[in-house]
Each structure stands twice: as C-alpha cells, then as structure tokens.
C-alpha cells in the first residue's frame, strides 16, 4: 500500500532563518506531487506541483522554493522565512495522468510552521 | 466570488443528528473531491465522484453535474465525525484542483 511521510511535523523559526521540509511517498512509482498552504480561516493554496524528477511547476509566486531530487521525495524551502509564511504545509501525491486518470489526492500530516 | 462555495461555514449537531453540507461551484469539472481534515490537521480523503453518488458507511455523497452542487451526508452523527469537511473541484480546462474554504462541524454527546 502507498503511503506518504511529511516531517517535521511542527517548526517554529525565526524570521530570516531558512526553511526545509521534507515529503517522501512510498509504494508508488513516478506519482504526482503537490504542496500545499494552508493560512489560517482560508482554503488550501497550491504552492508547487512536480509531474517528475527535476520538473517542479510553481503556482503563486514568493520567497518559497521546491525540489524534486529523487522520485519520491519533494522538499520545500526557503533562504530566508518572512512573517507571512507562517501557516500549515501539507504535502499530497495522485497517480500521474498516465496510469490513472482523475486519481485521488493523497495527503500528508501536515507541517504547522510559525515564523517568529 | 469564489469558484467553490460551501455552506454552512459553521455547523454543530447533537449526537445521531443527520447532517448536509452543500457545495456550489461555478467552474467545468472532471471530479469532486470531499476531505476530511481532523484536529490535528491531517487530511483524509472521503469521496471522489464525477456522478450520482457513494456511500461509505455512515457517509453519503452526492453531485448533480447540471446544477454544478453537491452535498455531503452524515447519518447518525457522532463525536468522531467533529472536523473540517472540505469540497474540492478538478477543474476539467487546467486540471487543477480548487479548494472550498471548508464547513467546521461539531458534533456533542
């Protein structure tokens, strides 16, 4: 069975400190990867999505920045974290279009970041 | 305007209560997505339906494509089921997925 670890699961960081979180999914091969945003009273807010190894797309722009060194694993990162990155980062893979059209989305745990 | 509406934001039922949350969306759709997300704010996915509806327990989903709705039933309504239910979309033009801002519903023994 496929399953998704997202880690740490809580961060606090000063303002201007960098930033790494870290998503790896197993029991899958060449999935979809996506994070997510979540700001406190609002929706889910899709920061990146990668289709494969090094091909990271990015959908809102901002001092945050993605990775994909490996198949499965997809880590977030900042240089430098300002005020307003504070929220909930959740992690989510699908099959890609390929193998399953209109698959369903899978979710981490969440990474509750608070910029200090 | 957002492109998906849910109602109630804000829900609280006593114990064996049923329960509907609706969501509206304006947008052309390949599926809809209802989640789960507890306390903690771990997301669980519960359905994902294109047409008529699913069942999964005591939880019931439905969508009426004309009419661009669907709704989430929960029968016998229990403690557990306390956590935000959230409705999202899969835009069928960009396959992307857009987010209701969630119902938060309590449930009391």
């Known amino acids: 069975s496929q399953t998704i670890h997202q880690w740490p699961a809580t961060l606090v960081q000063p303002v201007g400190s960098p930033l790494s979180l870290e998503c790896t999914v197993e029991?899958?091969?060449?999935?979809?990867l996506y994070w997510y945003r979540q700001a406190a009273g609002r929706g889910l807010q899709l920061l990146f999505y990668?289709?494969?190894?090094?091909?990271i797309s990015s959908e809102v722009p901002q001092n945050l920045s993605a990775s994909r060194p490996q198949d499965r694993q997809f880590i977030l990162s900042s240089k430098k974290l300002l005020l307003s990155d504070s929220g909930f980062y959740l992690c989510a893979w699908r099959r890609d279009r390929q193998s399953s059209y209109n698959s369903p989305l899978h979710f981490g745990n969440g990474t509750r970041l608070t910029v200090t | 305007k957002n492109e998906v509406e849910q109602s109630p934001q804000n829900l609280t039922a006593q114990e064996g209560e049923f329960i509907t949350i609706n969501c509206s969306y304006s947008v052309g759709i390949s599926a809809l997505h209802w989640l789960q997300q507890h306390p903690g704010g771990g997301i669980v996915s519960l359905f994902m339906l294109s047409s008529g509806k699913k069942k999964h327990g005591r939880l019931i989903a439905t969508i009426n494509i004309q009419e661009k709705h669907s709704s989430l039933h929960i029968t016998a309504s229990h403690p557990r089921d306390s956590a935000v239910y959230i409705c999202?979309?899969?835009?069928?033009?960009?396959?992307?997925?857009?987010f209701g801002t969630g119902t938060r519903l309590q449930v009391f023994p």
């Open positions: 990668s289709v494969g190894i090094g091909q």
């Open positions: 999202a979309v899969r835009s069928y033009n960009t396959d992307k997925l857009i």
């Open positions: 029991g899958t091969s060449n999935p979809n």
